[in-house]
């Protein structure tokens, strides 16, 4: 099995993989493997597909999008949405660095994550960002603790976990009762209440997250509903909501899966909350995967190719260090030669890493017309991909490029041996006196 997924800025011309205009040969000549490669094509579309359905018709906006930028967070990448108008979802102190160095404003910004830790709270309620996404009662204690000692106010937002039935739609993981995140739906009004209450904590919205990589519209829509039965409820109690942030989670296409398109996506959950009366709120988007993944492929060379009597590996220069998700969670990504060359017989691989691990693979099964030295591209890496590499085995993590129509611009430089160990520290021996 090989299916290549639909993609905007790479193309074959049958021999040869390009990124916009230029080979991602010539790509693997100036920058070296292993290298994340995207497009700015791809990055703009995939946003822009968003912002189409983010306005009422008369012109004014109902929805924002916010970047969950834990799914890719170059500097590069963050600007380019920066510039595009979006905000960002993000889950630590370092996300939050990242966006203030490229200048966000920390009015675009919300804060979830299920830890805050006192130094992340003080940080964020100092610059003052739109919202924190609050995902249990004794961080709503923390938050408004800290604002009073601040002397500040924070804006807050409850992550309901609206536990929709894992039977009916077994891809939601984040969305159901026995899983760590958010408030459990039948505590939400009690802990509004307390939140009304408190002196350092000002209500601003609603949140949810049900999980990543679905394909489907309807968890969202029952998700919506329930949500949209509590802000009714807590109107009735005198809260009052400025914004509905729905989260992300809106699946793509890494082998032969049909998730809605973009657009039709958000118009279909917008339409929903406006039908039901609930158009006067800022709704928030919360994607990661479907706007970073497509637009980026990792670019790998092979080392060695190592026949075996049931199983032929393809040894490559790229390993679970630089791409978790298929020896994490089993991942199937599309694997192509840069070039096809067709002398050589087609055989059956195992696409696999140097790292001295069984689970380091990065594809099995393929059927590739290779010899060592050849080019392959992993296609659909661009979210979850440098984002989570590591330095496992003691490896520099790769590369990131961005390509323009016929310009590679180098955005995150290979990491060098020496800053492997930059930050380490030998034992000085206790000198005898
Ligand atoms: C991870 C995450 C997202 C983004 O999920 P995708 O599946 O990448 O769209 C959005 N919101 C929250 C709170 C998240 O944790």
């Not at 009304?196 to 904590?201: E, G, I, K, N, V």
């Not at 440098?386 to 990491?415: D, P, T």
Request: some cysteine; glycine content about 8%; charged content about 20%.
């Amino acid at each position: 099995m090989n299916l290549i997924p639909p993609l905007t800025g790479f193309s074959t011309n049958h021999h040869e993989w390009f990124v916009e205009d230029i080979s991602l040969t010539d790509i693997a000549k100036e920058f070296n493997t292993p290298t994340y490669v995207y497009s700015l094509e791809a990055l703009t579309t995939a946003f822009m597909a968003y912002d189409k359905a983010c306005f009422r018709k008369d012109g004014s906006r109902r929805a924002n999008i916010h970047f969950a930028m834990k799914s890719n967070s170059n500097l590069a990448i963050l600007d380019i949405f920066n510039r595009l108008g979006a905000g960002f979802d993000l889950v630590s102190a370092g996300e939050l660095a990242r966006v203030m160095q490229i200048g966000v404003n920390p009015k675009k910004c919300v804060f979830s994550g299920v830890g805050k830790s006192k130094s992340e709270i003080e940080y964020a309620l100092t610059l003052g960002l739109k919202c924190f996404n609050v995902e249990s009662i004794p961080e709503l204690y923390r938050i408004n603790q800290i604002a009073g000692q601040l002397g500040l106010t924070a804006n807050i937002s409850l992550r309901v976990n609206p536990d929709i039935d894992a039977k009916t739609h077994p891809y939601i993981s984040t969305g159901l009762k026995d899983n760590k995140f958010g408030i459990a739906y039948e505590d939400v009004i009690p802990t509004y209440m307390i939140a009304q209450q408190m002196p350092h904590c000002k209500i601003k919205g609603v949140d949810c997250h049900i999980g990543s990589q679905i394909t489907d519209t309807q968890p969202y829509i029952d998700a919506l509903n329930r949500i949209l039965g509590l802000i009714t409820e807590l109107q009735d109690l005198g809260i009052t909501f400025e914004h509905l942030d729905i989260g992300g989670g809106l699946g793509i296409v890494y082998a032969d899966e049909s998730p809605p398109h973009i657009t039709e996506f958000a118009n279909t959950l917008l339409d929903h909350i406006e039908a039901k009366g609930f158009g006067h709120l800022e709704v928030i988007f919360e994607p990661g995967r479907s706007l970073v993944g497509n637009a980026g492929i990792l670019l790998t060379e092979i080392e060695y190719l190592k026949p075996g009597e049931t199983k032929n590996f393809c040894i490559v220069n790229a390993a679970m260090n630089d791409l978790m998700r298929p020896s994490m969670y089993e991942a199937y990504h599309a694997i192509v030669a840069v070039k096809s060359k067709e002398n050589l017989p087609v055989r059956n691989y195992d696409v696999v890493g140097p790292v001295c691990e069984s689970g380091d693979w990065l594809g099995r099964d393929r059927d590739l017309a290779v010899e060592p030295g050849d080019l392959l591209a992993i296609l659909s890496a661009g979210a979850y991909g440098a984002s989570m590499s590591s330095n496992y085995n003691s490896r520099g993590r790769a590369a990131e490029v961005i390509v323009n129509k016929a310009q590679a611009h180098l955005v995150r430089e290979r990491e060098s041996i020496a800053d492997l160990f930059s930050k380490e520290h030998i034992i000085k021996p206790a000198s005898n006196p």
